[in-house]
């Protein structure tokens, strides 16, 4: 069955320094990857999507993530922190027949001024 | 495109009430979900619609909850004697058709409590 593994449940960075969230995958997972954010009391919003198109995804505010087969991991940077950044982070992959996503645990961001 | 809007953003209720949430989709999305997140984990799947067929339902979805699309537009999720194991945040999300459904809208949720 698809599932990702999120490591590190809280990530703690100052303002400026990368941003580096990690995800990992099961090997069964068909070749498309999401990142979500949710900033507190509100839905999730996508951040980048991988579709078996260029391994290096460019997402929205400055994200980006790379999938690495080998490694099996789609782990999401920044290469600069913001203050804005600080939210709850999902990896997630969608059901080979598309009618659901599987979530992994989420990965809070703070962002230390 | 206004998103897909959830009502209501917040419900607290006692034990045994009966409470329905509404999820209204992206116009023209024809593919309708139901999540539940508790307090430190990730949305989990609850149910499906395509139109107003529900195609697939999750174990999670005990006999007390049930979930309806009329007409393929909106859709209730109705929970029946609510117990406080039921307090989470119910999120609603939209998919288009056809194209790459694997993409999923999501609403900024009901988030319940039930004391």
């Known amino acids: 069955a698809q599932s990702v593994t999120q490591l590190g449940s809280h990530v703690s960075v100052s303002e400026g320094a990368l941003v580096l969230l990690r995800c990992n995958y099961s090997?069964?997972?068909?070749?498309?990857l999401f990142w979500y954010v949710q900033y507190p009391n509100q839905g999730l919003q996508l951040l980048l999507k991988?579709?078996?198109?260029?391994?290096l995804v460019k997402g929205i505010n400055g994200f980006e993530a790379e999938f690495k087969k080998s490694e099996t991991s789609f782990h999401l940077t920044k290469p600069s922190a913001h203050m804005s950044d600080a939210a709850e982070y999902f990896c997630?992959?969608?059901?080979?027949?598309?009618?659901?996503?599987?979530f992994g645990t989420g990965t809070s961001l703070t962002v230390i001024p | 495109d206004t998103g897909v809007s959830q009502d209501p953003r917040h419900k607290i209720t006692k034990r045994g009430q009966n409470v329905t949430f509404r999820c209204d989709p992206i116009?023209?999305?024809?593919?309708l979900y139901w999540y539940r997140q508790t307090l430190g984990q990730g949305p989990e799947f609850l149910t499906y619609?395509?139109?107003?067929?529900?195609?697939?339902k999750s174990r999670l979805l005990s006999d007390r909850f049930s979930a309806e699309r009329p007409k393929g537009s909106f859709s209730t999720l109705e929970i029946q004697r609510t117990e406080q194991g039921d307090s989470a945040m119910y999120l609603c999300?939209?998919?288009?058709?056809?194209?790459?459904?694997?993409?999923?809208?999501f609403g900024p949720g009901t988030r319940l409590t039930v004391t």
């Open positions: 999300a939209s998919s288009p058709a056809g194209g790459f459904s694997y993409e999923q809208y």
């Open positions: 090997s069964s997972v068909p070749p498309y």
């Open positions: 991988y579709t078996s198109a260029a391994t």
């Open positions: 997630a992959v969608p059901r080979v027949t598309g009618n659901q996503f599987y």
């Open positions: 116009s023209e999305h024809n593919r």
């Open positions: 619609f395509q139109n107003e067929a529900q195609l697939e």
